[in-house]
């Protein structure tokens, strides 16, 4: 029997064990396969042979009678020692290593073999599909492939047969899960029960709740009352038990101030038609004689026979948030001339409930009707998705702050569909009185008009950079024409001057390529040519240009091997030499500049770290956006015109990449992207 090292071959014979194959009754699909290679290969007999520790089983035999031999005197056992190799054994007389082999010297009187390893996904060779003759014999190959592509549908077959059996001890073990989550339900129905029938459990689990919770009989009567409630209304416990839904004390109104009759009350609405009341606002008072504003829940109570047997409320004390609502509402009708001249957008939002008032216009704006009701999530959900997350971000900070902000993003109109661009602005503002109470309010405009003429400007500069290119070119052509002469005529000071114009035609065309890339981009024109490369020939060639170009900063890579990407070569060189020629354009001479190569989490990531001025917080989740400039004393004397880092993120993310910063003020950036690895 061939040698065989320890690890790999208990690797191996695992591998075997999991498709659970051996010992298991013929099949017609493995049977077909042996009968098809013994035509093909014009042999009496053809095997699928699977190699276990001490034997080498036959799953499917044609032309034999045994069920499984010895490992010592397999031919099979030394087929998968190579197992992307066909082991053809053209005469098993004349080869030493079976010319005494039982099954040569006695039946089955093996002369020919030829065995297909049968390597499964994970490299492992779990037997071979052979073909066995009793004469010498030469395979052509053509029978050769067709015992490769054989051997091949053998593994299918045994992943086919590996998955359904994977496939059917889930199915047991959802069973079991299925059982034991019935279980577990009937069970937590009884907890249930019991917590429906336990008022002091129930009185601990609702006193911690936020909002007043009362629950009435089926005519009204409270029988219990939450912490909350009893807070609300300033009254004790034993009091509130006493009273009914509809008592005096309570002076139900209408918001208009009107009487609100017993029978409109929502817990009433609930026990009589057994269904939920929601959002139900109206006036009471307290113990006290205070007016109170209410937003009331009620739902009906049943018992197991479905029979209503009380109703459930839970209510919020919203006298302040409403009370300001009407102060805005007051406020916005002073100013609504002014608004409607300047044709904008309003809104204002309570920080305590999240409710959100916008006017007519901001609906509008937005796609929606003026009588339809538009909440904040709404709104959120007409911004475009590719500014969504950063308008919710923006936003946030700013209530977190209590800072102003402006942003601008498009919208896309909910009802008629329609693409709009808005500026919004936005701040939180304080009760002076009360600090806790606070409001959002805003306006939106609406610079559609704007961003089509942003449009126009850019289609502009990419007719404009086209028409550059063809007198640049001929100036460099001259420039190269009258560089060649001046060398042969040595002409230094010529030398010099055409060396100086060339640096300023490549500055020039670096600038029209920027115009150029913005332009494609805006309509959508550039395009990928993809190619399978290496990401560390890539830095290496990037390393090569940075050390013959670049003397002012002292620039480091650290590149890992085997990183191969399938990408757009050129558009990812340029990505990286933007992010180098930023962190030498901002960050002081002599100063190192560090880039990383590397796998993390499964994707190719490539990092430049700078030790220049950073980039504050607010001014990070912009510096990609297209003519995006920081507006700082140090940028000031820095040239460029926003577009490089934008075009950079246009690139990445059509290669389905990510792309990002992280920097701290004085101490540096890190500019870093992504990109899906090709296995």
Not at 391 to 416: C, H, K, L, N, W
Not at 527 to 532: A, D, G, I
Not at 669 to 677: D, H, K, R
Request: glycine content about 6%; charged content about 25%.
């Amino acid at each position: 029997m061939p040698e065989k090292t320890d690890t790999n071959e208990q690797q191996r014979l695992q591998s075997l064990q999991s498709y659970h194959i051996l010992d298991t009754a013929a099949e017609k699909d493995f049977d077909d396969i042996t009968e098809l290679a013994s035509a093909i290969c014009e042999t009496p007999i053809s095997l699928i042979s699977l190699v276990d520790e001490n034997r080498q089983w036959f799953k499917s035999r044609h032309g034999l009678d045994a069920l499984e031999t010895e490992r010592c005197h397999s031919f099979c056992a030394h087929a998968i020692l190579q197992p992307k190799e066909l082991m053809e054994i053209n005469d098993a007389k004349l080869d030493f290593r079976f010319s005494e082999n039982p099954l040569v010297t006695g039946s089955p009187n093996i002369r020919f073999y030829a065995g297909m390893p049968l390597v499964d996904p994970d490299g492992q060779a779990l037997g071979s599909l052979c073909v066995i003759d009793e004469k010498p014999k030469t395979l052509t190959e053509v029978q050769k492939n067709a015992l490769r592509i054989l051997a091949n549908q053998v593994i299918d077959k045994l992943l086919l047969r590996k998955n359904a059996y994977d496939l059917e001890q889930a199915n047991q073990k959802l069973t079991e899960a299925n059982r034991e989550l019935s279980e577990t339900e009937a069970e937590l129905k009884r907890s249930n029960t019991n917590l429906h029938n336990s008022k002091v459990r129930l009185q601990t689990i609702l006193d911690i709740i936020g909002e007043g919770i009362g629950i009435t009989d089926e005519v009204g009567n409270i029988v219990y009352t939450n912490k909350r409630n009893r807070e609300i209304f300033k009254i004790e416990e034993g009091h509130m038990l006493s009273l009914q839904n509809g008592s005096s004390l309570w002076d139900n109104r209408r918001l208009d101030g009107s009487l609100l009759p017993r029978e409109e009350h929502p817990v009433s609405i609930a026990v009589r038609t057994g269904k939920p009341v929601l959002n139900f606002e109206f006036l009471v008072r307290d113990r006290d004689g205070k007016r109170l504003y209410l937003r009331m829940n009620a739902a009906p109570i049943t018992d197991e026979n479905g029979k209503v047997t009380g109703a459930v409320a839970n209510f919020a004390d919203i006298t302040q948030s409403y009370l300001l609502q009407q102060q805005l509402k007051e406020r916005e009708e002073s100013l609504r001339m002014a608004i409607t001249s300047a044709n904008l957008g309003t809104w204002h939002m309570n920080t305590l409930d999240k409710f959100f008032t916008p006017s007519t216009r901001l609906k509008e704006l937005f796609g929606y009707h003026e009588d339809e009701e538009m909440t904040y999530h709404e709104a959120i959900a007409q911004i475009d998705a590719s500014h969504r997350e950063k308008v919710m971000t923006t936003v946030s900070d700013a209530m977190m702050s209590s800072q102003s902000y402006q942003v601008e993003f498009p919208v896309i109109g909910f009802r008629d569909r329609k693409l709009r661009w808005v500026h919004a602005t936005g701040k939180l503002y304080k009760n002076p009185s009360d600090p806790s109470i606070s409001h959002f309010s805003g306006t939106i405009a609406d610079i559609t008009e704007r961003k089509l003429d942003e449009q126009r400007r850019s289609d502009f500069v990419g007719m404009v950079s086209h028409e550059l290119r063809n007198p640049l070119t001929a100036i460099n052509g001259y420039t190269y024409i009258l560089n060649k002469r001046a060398s042969k005529e040595e002409d230094a000071f010529t030398c010099n001057i055409s060396a100086k114009i060339s640096v300023q035609i490549k500055r020039m065309e670096a600038l029209i390529n920027g115009f150029l890339d913005v332009a494609r981009l805006g309509e959508g024109k550039i395009q990928l040519n993809e190619t399978q490369f290496e990401l560390s020939e890539l830095l290496k060639f990037t390393e090569e240009e940075c050390l013959a170009n670049i003397t002012s900063h002292e620039i480091n890579f650290d590149i890992s091997n085997e990183i191969t990407l399938l990408a757009d070569r050129e558009k990812i060189e340029q990505v990286i030499t933007n992010f180098i020629n930023n962190a030498v354009k901002y960050s002081p001479r002599n100063t190192e500049i560090k880039v990383v190569g590397a796998i993390r989490d499964g994707v190719a990531c490539v990092s430049v770290r700078d030790h220049g001025m950073g980039i504050s917080p607010q001014d990070q989740p912009f510096v990609f956006d297209r003519y995006y400039r920081v507006d700082s004393e140090e940028m000031k004397n820095k040239k460029g015109f926003g577009m490089g880092l934008y075009i950079c993120r246009e690139i990445i993310e059509r290669h389905n990449g990510e792309i990002g910063v992280e920097s701290t003020i004085g101490e540096g950036s890190t500019f870093w992207f992504t990109l899906p690895v090709n296995k």
